[in-house]
Protein backbone atom coordinates (compact mmCIF):
# COMPACT_ATOMS: atom_id res chain seq x y z
CA UNK A 1 0.00 0.00 0.00
CA UNK A 2 1.57 3.57 -0.91
CA UNK A 3 1.98 6.11 1.74
CA UNK A 4 -0.36 8.68 2.29
CA UNK A 5 -0.92 12.12 4.83
CA UNK A 6 -4.94 12.31 4.71
CA UNK A 7 -5.49 10.03 1.63
CA UNK A 8 -3.07 12.60 0.08
CA UNK A 9 0.12 10.31 -1.60
CA UNK A 10 3.12 11.70 -0.37
CA UNK A 11 4.57 13.01 -3.23
CA UNK A 12 1.51 15.34 -4.25
CA UNK A 13 1.38 16.13 -0.24
CA UNK A 14 5.08 17.28 -0.47
CA UNK A 15 4.56 19.09 -3.76
CA UNK A 16 1.28 20.80 -1.87
CA UNK A 17 3.74 21.92 0.73
CA UNK A 18 6.33 23.35 -1.48
CA UNK A 19 4.06 25.06 -3.52
CA UNK A 20 2.16 26.32 -0.34
CA UNK A 21 5.19 27.46 1.24
CA UNK A 22 6.16 29.39 -1.40
CA UNK A 23 2.85 31.34 -0.99
CA UNK A 24 3.14 31.94 2.08
CA UNK A 25 7.02 33.22 1.85
CA UNK A 26 5.88 35.73 -0.93
CA UNK A 27 2.74 36.90 1.16
CA UNK A 28 5.55 37.60 3.95
CA UNK A 29 7.84 39.21 2.06
CA UNK A 30 5.28 41.83 1.11
CA UNK A 31 4.10 42.30 4.58
CA UNK A 32 0.83 41.29 3.41
CA UNK A 33 -1.33 37.85 4.68
CA UNK A 34 -3.66 35.41 3.48
CA UNK A 35 -6.74 33.57 4.43
CA UNK A 36 -7.34 29.74 4.27
CA UNK A 37 -9.94 30.43 1.90
CA UNK A 38 -7.62 32.76 -0.38
CA UNK A 39 -4.70 29.87 -0.01
CA UNK A 40 -7.24 26.77 -0.82
CA UNK A 41 -8.03 28.82 -3.96
CA UNK A 42 -4.35 29.48 -4.59
CA UNK A 43 -3.11 25.55 -4.26
CA UNK A 44 -3.04 24.20 -8.20
CA UNK A 45 -1.10 20.57 -6.98
CA UNK A 46 -3.94 19.63 -4.71
CA UNK A 47 -7.56 20.80 -4.27
CA UNK A 48 -7.94 21.75 -0.15
CA UNK A 49 -11.02 23.09 1.13
CA UNK A 50 -10.33 26.26 3.36
CA UNK A 51 -11.38 24.29 6.40
CA UNK A 52 -10.20 20.66 5.97
CA UNK A 53 -8.35 19.28 8.73
CA UNK A 54 -5.44 18.14 6.08
CA UNK A 55 -5.02 21.97 4.73
CA UNK A 56 -4.29 22.74 9.11
CA UNK A 57 -2.24 20.08 8.49
CA UNK A 58 -0.56 20.89 5.42
CA UNK A 59 0.03 24.76 6.95
CA UNK A 60 1.41 23.24 10.48
CA UNK A 61 3.74 21.12 9.03
CA UNK A 62 5.12 23.80 6.69
CA UNK A 63 5.08 26.04 10.28
CA UNK A 64 7.23 23.36 11.94
CA UNK A 65 9.90 23.10 9.18
CA UNK A 66 10.23 26.45 8.84
CA UNK A 67 9.98 27.43 12.56
CA UNK A 68 13.00 24.61 13.07
CA UNK A 69 15.11 26.18 10.31
CA UNK A 70 14.94 29.58 12.10
CA UNK A 71 12.57 31.29 10.20
CA UNK A 72 9.55 31.83 11.93
CA UNK A 73 5.95 29.94 11.99
CA UNK A 74 4.23 30.86 9.09
CA UNK A 75 1.40 30.17 9.91
CA UNK A 76 1.11 33.06 12.05
CA UNK A 77 1.13 35.66 8.96
CA UNK A 78 -2.89 37.23 10.02
CA UNK A 79 -4.51 40.49 9.33
CA UNK A 80 -3.41 43.36 11.59
CA UNK A 81 -6.03 44.70 14.20
CA UNK A 82 -7.16 47.72 11.79
CA UNK A 83 -8.16 45.65 9.01
CA UNK A 84 -10.32 43.36 10.89
CA UNK A 85 -14.04 43.17 10.92
CA UNK A 86 -16.41 43.66 14.40
CA UNK A 87 -16.80 40.57 13.65
CA UNK A 88 -13.28 39.25 13.67
CA UNK A 89 -12.43 41.39 16.64
CA UNK A 90 -15.02 39.62 18.49
CA UNK A 91 -13.81 36.40 17.84
CA UNK A 92 -10.33 37.18 18.80
CA UNK A 93 -11.39 38.78 22.23
CA UNK A 94 -13.53 35.59 22.99
CA UNK A 95 -10.73 32.95 22.06
Given at each position: MDETRFGIPIPIWNAA??????????????????TYSEL??????????????????????????????????LSALRRPPQELSARQAYLLQEY
Open positions: MDEARAILIDCAKKGGYIARSLRTHHFEAHDFSLFALIGNISEEEDDAGNGM
